[in-house]
Every structure is written in structure tokens, then in C-alpha cells.
């Protein structure tokens, strides 16, 4: 039987440089002391994602330990043949998240701090090894959309920087859960990456298929008309939500409710 309030316990957040686990790590700065933070670095994240690491380190005052494997993405692609992730094979969750966070905790004793808000509707990831036991804090004290949203801006790290050019999610900068109007954004503020993106679109070794990132092909996505109507869909789509929070009952105005503007799919490790 583990004595979980017992000193040899380990506690440890694993951030992804997304806005939740950002700010439950400056929620529990000062409650727990002892709290490791760690970061599973896969070589493919955003710049903006670890710069907003870095400026995490320096408020917590802390070094976010990363558990890069050996193996990166391209390496673990190769043994897959060529053949991409996909929401139906997220063997990238798998072998870049999950095995590298539960190496990294070994056999110990430990609390894993989740940052799944009050307002969400959804588990992320529980891991089943009996020495691994979950806690949601944010859910016990209250915290919803609107907090954390407080608490980073209180902080003075604001939101993560990739969403003022309107990426929704930490991650790869390919994660295959992305939309469409993120891989235009992408296309615009990192051409470079979009291209890498891009290059791995091609004939894999296995059945010599062509795998892609999204339901077309990105050579397709990027043409300038393509990525003008899906900017006009998405801006239509803004508008219809604009129009439906105009409309919410009077209570909800006055007392200030706030939601997250896109809810969240995918890989629950990842995007927190």
C-alpha cells in the first residue's frame, strides 16, 4: 500500500506549452515545493512553444526537465515504414509522450499533476501503472476557462504566443489534429516548417501509399485560392460565434462567463 502523502512520493507536471499545464505549474509554484516539471521535447514543436517553455523556467525559477528519447520522430517514422500518424495510429503519442513520461517516473511512488479544468467534460490521460495516481487541481478548486486565463495573465506570461496568430493547440507543428485554418496559419508564419510538413507527404515503404496530414494533400491546401476559401469559411464561421455569444442569457454577461472559443480534440498529453 503506497503512502501517498509519504516523502519518498515524487510529484510531477508534465507540460506540453500549452495554456493549462502552463498555468496549473504557476498555480502550484509555491503549494508544492518539491513539484519536477517535465517537458517530452519531440524535435518538431513550434518555436513559440519552447520559447514559452523558457520564459516558464525563468517565472518558476525551476529548470522544466525534457525527456527526449533517442529515438525522434524521424527515427521512430522509419521503423514505421514511412507511414504517417494519424488519428486512427497516434504511435507519435505513444512513443514521443507516453513511454518517455512513464520512463521518466520509473517504478516510484508518484502524483501526476493533470490540468483539466473545471469547465471540461473529457478524463486526458490516466496512466494505469499502480504507482502513478492522478489529481486534477484545477477541477478541485474551481478553475475553468476563465481562470487560467487569469492566472497567466496575472503572471505576466500571457497566453502561449502561437495563438496570436491563431494556432489552437501546443504540439507538433504537423499534429494531424490541427485544421484546416492552422495549417494556413502555419503556411504564413512558418513557411519553413510548412514545407517539412509538406516533404512527408510521399510514398511510404510499406504499400508505397501516400499518407497525409489532413483529409488533402498539402501541395493542394497551400494554393493561393484554397487557402483564401478556407480563410473565408473560418471567418464565417468566427462570425456565427460572435453572433451566438451576443445572444447568451443576461446572467451569463453580467457575471462575466467566458468559455474556451475552440474546444479541444486529440492527443490529451499533448495539448494541455
Known amino acids: 500500500m503506497i503512502n501517498w502523502d ?6 510531477i507536471l ?36 519552447v520559447a514559452y517553455i523558457e520564459r516558464l523556467e525563468s517565472y518558476l525559477g525551476q529548470r522544466v526537465i525534457r525527456t527526449t528519447t533517442r529515438q ?30 512513464e520512463a521518466y517516473i520509473g517504478d516510484e511512488p508518484c502524483i501526476n499533476y493533470v490540468g483539466i479544468r473545471a469547465d471540461e467534460d473529457r478524463v486526458g490521460y490516466i496512466s494505469h501503472k499502480p504507482n502513478i495516481r ?10 475553468d476557462y ?20 491563431g494556432r489552437t493547440r501546443s504540439g507538433c507543428f504537423f499534429c494531424f489534429y490541427q485544421q484546416k485554418i492552422e495549417w494556413v496559419r502555419l503556411k ?18 510499406v504499400n508505397g501509399q501516400v499518407f497525409y496530414w489532413t483529409d488533402e494533400p498539402l501541395d493542394q491546401l497551400e494554393r493561393p485560392e484554397r487557402m ?14 460572435r453572433a451566438r455569444r451576443t445572444q447568451r442569457p443576461l446572467v451569463d454577461v453580467l457575471g462575466g462567463l467566458e468559455t474556451e472559443p475552440t474546444p479541444r480534440d486529440g492527443c490529451m498529453i499533448c495539448q494541455l
Open 228 to 241: 483564401a476559401a478556407i480563410e473565408e469559411n473560418w471567418e464565417r464561421t468566427q462570425e456565427r460565434k
Open 14 to 49: 508534465s507540460l506540453s506549452g500549452g495554456k493549462d499545464s502552463t498555468a496549473l505549474a504557476i498555480h502550484l509554484r509555491d503549494r508544492v515545493p518539491n513539484m519536477e516539471y517535465i517537458f517530452h521535447d519531440t524535435g518538431k514543436e513550434l518555436p513559440d512553444t
Open 134 to 143: 492522478a489529481v486534477f487541481p484545477f477541477r478541485d478548486d474551481g478553475i
Open 188 to 205: 504564413q508564419h512558418y513557411p519553413k516548417l510548412f514545407e517539412e510538413a509538406k516533404a512527408y507527404e510521399k510514398p511510404n515503404r
Open 72 to 101: 525522434g520522430f524521424d527515427d521512430i517514422l522509419r521503423t514505421k515504414g514511412g507511414v504517417l500518424p494519424s488519428g486512427r495510429r497516434r504511435w507519435c503519442t505513444d512513443y514521443l509522450k507516453l513511454k518517455p513520461f
Open 6 to 11: 509519504g516523502p519518498s512520493v515524487r510529484h
Open 146 to 165: 476563465a481562470g487560467v486565463v487569469r492566472i497567466l495573465t496575472d503572471s505576466g506570461l500571457g497566453m502561449p504566443p502561437y495563438t496570436e496568430w
